[in-house]
């Protein structure tokens, strides 16, 4: 039975990158992965994009990329679940390494926001075209019908969603590749403008551009390359309704319990077993909602956690060392791609001052529009 | 080791389905191909397709077309290779299988292409869009530019080229399903209005809306289902440069010649082995060079070839016997997979007035754009 591990990992800064244009982007983050494992090819590539269609007019860019990075001849396809395109990417490389197709895959993710186009009008393509979309909601919309439930069932409040941002922009401070590496305080987030009722501006994600890469291979393979082993424990994706209208209870995102349930089924592992977490929180929401399906706490329970500190750098357990979405910027097809280099770096003790003590076991849980997809993968430091 | 089969095959009627949405066409495919399998359930879906975003402003279709098959909750991505997404998702279907991750995959194609948008537009995104399609050309210029280079070099006719329309609408007059069941002429052809010199009208497949689905499980699982078992025999994918200007030779689409030469050697056969196949005649050059390419015939000769009768459905190797991109038409996602129908037809013994006597192995062939990506796949129908 083969096991899949990462071996290389690269990233661009992430933010406004008005001088780099997506196939430059990609190819920075991909080169840099390709050096750090040491590999001297890739046997095929996968790049998750959300809308490059969209964005830069540009669709084919698994072909187009593959060529920017000298590899054309090489198979190479794009794949696309909305935000969770980088997260669906890495998973086609394990399931090709592991289908034994090939040895050294490279995943990446690459999204171009910031050129020209309207980005809200783009990003709402993840959403229901029919029945969200056409009547004129945009994905903070959405977000903020989750958290007006949310906060009517559990009672969890505006102070404690600004938590979540207060903290994800305290650990970007420490991430040199962050798009807002500055501090913002509780008072900051609740006097922001409003954009969604009750979401505001520093409750929101930003549009940003940039890329990352991770090269995937057996563990066997990775011994032998002379770079730290991190095991691909676990790849789960699952989806639940695209529509908000056709879920039971919008204060829940089942699909991300279920890739959750599934990576700690494949991993037989549980929540306890996680030394470091790296989350979705396109909106300080989402990262509530996705703690308590991740099972880290009980439903309706992760606003006090947070505010408490329970998920803070320094706290029992770190959800989002590198800022998160919030504070590191959300590219949307590459962040499934960065929150694995983040773990990846936690992992091999490299994170330096937003590094967690004894990391060994980490989660990257991606999710796609108001969590229509997700994809979560479990990585484990071996020796 | 595992080893994978198409169980079932699913399609809508291919044409300018006005009444059909992109979520009805994907659902209708797949329920068929489901039925078809007499599966009762499936573990996970890719869908192929080129760019819902530009088409109808709808990304994230992976898990909405889960949704509306009533499958929420399964593992569901888009993959995407321009006109060779329908292809790169029955590859993904096959590595999922080959994996162990799952027994039972659908691979869908779709496309919605008569909607309202500028289709030209819209597909011109499979070229690259800062050398080519900035520039002004557009696809049938770029395969022009392929048609004058082949008729300069070998002498290659119009007359030719016409003959592979004419063979196509042939075949598919045969084809319940085809787009354009209507025979012509070669004079139909030569006289046709003028698109890109020397690319006519008639030249050209069409503009069209279908949707087209296939489960794949492994050739065990087949066998207990009691369908019969159309072995995967290979699954080969490559790329090139996207740009023409960055090839050497416009007579030529190396990624075809690469895609077909990984999938020969991965099934231990050549060309000789076939008994039928479906190309990517998106243009009439396209055919001619995809012969070559994939080694039917020398380079050079696949004009006189075609003119012979060699691949006619009563040729010696009969080609595009659904009628090809040309007739049946080319909603660009399906395509690939509506070639994976034909060929599971043929290999069945079921493609009534269209069928090749004995056919056991056949190859299908799906290409983006201009060329940049190929997907190949061999099969073989066992007892």
């Given at each position: 039975?083969?096991?899949a591990?990462i071996?290389?990992?690269?990233?661009?800064?992430?933010?406004?990158?008005?001088?780099?244009?997506?196939r430059?982007?990609?190819?920075?983050?991909?080169?840099?992965?390709?050096?750090?494992?040491?590999?001297?090819?890739?046997?095929?590539?996968?790049?998750?994009?959300?809308?490059?269609?969209?964005?830069?007019?540009q669709?084919?860019?698994?072909?187009?990329?593959?060529?920017y990075?000298?590899?054309?001849?090489?198979?190479a396809?794009?794949?696309?679940?909305?935000?969770?395109?980088?997260g669906?990417?890495?998973?086609?490389?394990?399931?090709?390494?592991?289908?034994?197709?090939?040895?050294?895959?490279?995943?990446?993710?690459?999204?171009k926001?910031?050129?020209?186009?309207?980005?809200?009008?783009?990003?709402?393509?993840?959403?229901?075209?029919?029945?969200?979309?056409?009547?004129g909601?945009?994905?903070?919309?959405?977000?903020?019908l989750m958290?007006?439930?949310?906060?009517?069932?559990?009672?969890?409040?505006?102070?404690?969603?600004?938590?979540?941002?207060?903290?994800?922009?305290?650990?970007?401070?420490?991430?040199?590749?962050?798009?807002?590496?500055?501090?913002?305080?509780?008072?900051?987030?609740?006097?922001?403008?409003?954009?969604?009722?009750p979401?505001?501006?520093?409750?929101?994600?930003?549009?940003?551009?940039?890329?990352a890469?991770?090269?995937?291979?057996?563990?066997?393979?990775a011994r032998?390359?002379?770079?730290?082993?991190?095991?691909?424990?676990?790849?789960?994706?699952?989806?639940?309704?695209?529509?908000?209208?056709?879920?039971?209870?919008?204060?829940?995102i089942?699909?991300?319990?279920?890739?959750?349930?599934?990576?700690?089924?494949?991993?037989?592992?549980?929540?306890?077993?996680?030394d470091?977490?790296?989350?979705?929180?396109?909106?300080?929401?989402?990262?509530?909602?996705?703690?308590?399906?991740?099972?880290?706490?009980?439903?309706?329970?992760?606003?006090?956690?947070?505010?408490?500190?329970?998920?803070?750098l320094?706290?029992?357990?770190?959800?989002?060392?590198?800022?998160?979405?919030?504070?590191?910027?959300h590219?949307?097809?590459?962040?499934?791609?960065a929150?694995?280099?983040?773990?990846?770096?936690?992992?091999?003790?490299d994170?330096?001052?937003?590094?967690?003590?004894?990391?060994?076991?980490?989660?990257?849980?991606?999710?796609?529009?108001?969590?229509?997809?997700?994809?979560?993968?479990?990585?484990?430091?071996?020796?």
């Amino acid at each position: 039975m083969r096991e899949a591990a990462i071996a290389g990992i690269g990233m661009t800064d992430f933010g406004e990158l008005w001088d780099a244009s997506l196939r430059q982007m990609f190819t920075e983050a991909a080169v840099a992965a390709i050096e750090d494992a040491g590999v001297d090819h890739i046997d095929s590539m996968y790049v998750g994009s959300m809308t490059p269609g969209l964005f830069v007019h540009q669709e084919h860019i698994g072909a187009l990329l593959a060529d920017y990075l000298g590899m054309a001849g090489i198979p190479a396809g794009r794949v696309e679940s909305a935000c969770a395109s980088g997260g669906l990417a890495l998973r086609m490389a394990v399931l090709e390494v592991l289908s034994g197709a090939s040895e050294v895959v490279l995943a990446g993710g690459v999204e171009k926001m910031t050129d020209g186009v309207d980005a809200t009008d783009a990003l709402a393509t993840a959403a229901d075209q029919e029945y969200e979309a056409f009547e004129g909601i945009t994905f903070p919309g959405l977000y903020a019908l989750m958290a007006r439930a949310h906060m009517e069932k559990y009672g969890t409040t505006r102070e404690q969603m600004a938590d979540v941002a207060v903290k994800n922009h305290t650990n970007g401070m420490l991430n040199p590749r962050a798009h807002f590496r500055r501090p913002i305080e509780r008072a900051d987030v609740l006097t922001s403008n409003l954009v969604a009722e009750p979401l505001r501006l520093l409750d929101c994600s930003p549009i940003t551009d940039g890329a990352a890469a991770a090269i995937v291979t057996t563990t066997e393979r990775a011994r032998e390359l002379g770079v730290p082993v991190i095991r691909v424990r676990a790849s789960a994706m699952a989806t639940a309704s695209l529509a908000l209208h056709d879920r039971q209870d919008l204060t829940t995102i089942p699909s991300v319990g279920r890739a959750a349930g599934r990576a700690f089924e494949e991993a037989d592992m549980g929540p306890d077993d996680l030394d470091v977490l790296e989350v979705h929180d396109c909106f300080t929401i989402a990262e509530l909602v996705v703690m308590e399906e991740i099972g880290l706490v009980e439903p309706g329970k992760s606003g006090e956690a947070v505010s408490s500190g329970l998920t803070a750098l320094d706290g029992k357990l770190p959800v989002n060392t590198s800022g998160g979405l919030k504070s590191k910027g959300h590219p949307v097809g590459a962040s499934g791609i960065a929150q694995i280099f983040e773990i990846v770096e936690q992992l091999r003790g490299d994170a330096g001052d937003r590094q967690v003590e004894g990391a060994r076991i980490g989660m990257a849980q991606n999710m796609g529009g108001s969590g229509a997809s997700c994809v979560a993968h479990i990585l484990e430091a071996i020796s």
